[in-house]
């Protein structure tokens, strides 16, 4: 057989030839290429942004992979980090901006926010996985920057709710899903470390915000504060927006926005149910802990700081959480850490004093960054990757209806009974029985009650 003949065959089969053969490739067959050389040059976007595949699959390490994870680390800085620091803001609202508004309808700001930095996910998944991703996650920077230096200027409820729970959770929603995928498109059996260390971000952002909040609003106010958050923002994300490249091309899978079809697997169905679920208690904790501690004698000055030591914990159960699921498996690490986030949600109003509330915070924050750092993978795990985008997304979507509704509901409770023990309940509980249903997930997907995944 000639040598054109097999690098014809070669190409046809996605074989890869070494430097050498390729060198000769070039030398002797004018208008030919190989199957590298073309995959380095799958358009997207109308050219605004090329492709490497790697046809040994993810390479779980390198530089490129790395950066890839530290761009993402940025992203989730900006958005879930920032996200995460609202509880800093009910309470500065309540006390000061808005204090003639009730706590439930403050609430609904930052519940809308915890619900767009989902519900977008649904179509930016599909998006992504067509090839549209370099420009719908410049736009959504644009968006999640401009709503927050609009919040600066706000002084009414309707106006902080457009900006701050609208914009600023659309601009979130558009830019997390995409980003989680890509970390999956280059890493495998370490894709949980990789998550969890990109999901660090998160913490890291829900740190800086609320610590940067208690420092600056007394000395340059609240809307310079809110600025100064916006170029952070511009800082982060711009650097996210050069960094961050997919590793595969797009493959057009059939269908919609949302595919039915994903949901003939009952263990991708009760997960999603599962999330949902969860989300209706998860970030209740996170919403009124400040003004829990204010009512039951802590200082304002430090209840700032309450908030920023239960995502400093995080950052610690990320990381294990990532851990050890490469060892016994995403969906089981984040059932026993979410069990401890339940229990630790209805411990949290019977603390009696500061020292109290930052151990009950310290357990929670600890234990609800395995969820959010794992809960791609299991989704990704359920069906073939090149839909992995649309699937991620459709869950995330369906849990942002959880993280909408669940803040104001516990508010609502708190308001009708005077005080968070009700409303702890609700949530603990709640949680622990979303924490159930993803045991049934897992039995479903394994076919057996123990198992790793």
Known sequence: MSEKSLLSVEALHGIQVDSASESRHRLSCDGWKTRAAVDQEIPNERGSQKFVTHPGGAPDGGLRAWLMVFAVALVVFSTFGYVNSWGVFQAYYEEDLLRHTSPSTIAWIGSTQYALSYLPSLAT?????????????????CVLVTGTFLTAECTQFWQFFLTQGVGVGIGCGMMFSPAIVIVSQWFSKRRGLALSLTAVGAALGSIVFPVAAQNLIPLIGFR????????????TLGTANILLKRRLPPVNV???????????????TMYCISGVTILLGFYTELSYISVSAVEIGVPKNFAFYIIAIANAASAFGRVLSGLMADRIGALSTMAAFTAVTGIATIAWPFAQNESQLIVIATIYGFSIGAYVSLYSVPAVAMGKMEDAGRRVGMFMSLIGFGGIAGPPISGAISTATGGFVSAGYYAGGIIIFGVLLLLVARYLHLGRLWGKF
């Not at 998944?125 to 920077?141: E, H, M, T, V």
């Not at 809110?226 to 923002?233: C, S």
């Open 224 to 235: 310079w504060t809110v600025r100064v958050f916006g170029f952070i923002l511009m800082s």
């Open 125 to 141: 998944g599909r998006l992504f996985d067509l090839g549209y991703f370099k420009i719908p996650f410049f736009a959504a920077s």
């Open 254 to 268: 059939r269908g919609g926005l949302f595919n039915l079809k994903a949901f003939r697997n009952r263990a991708y």
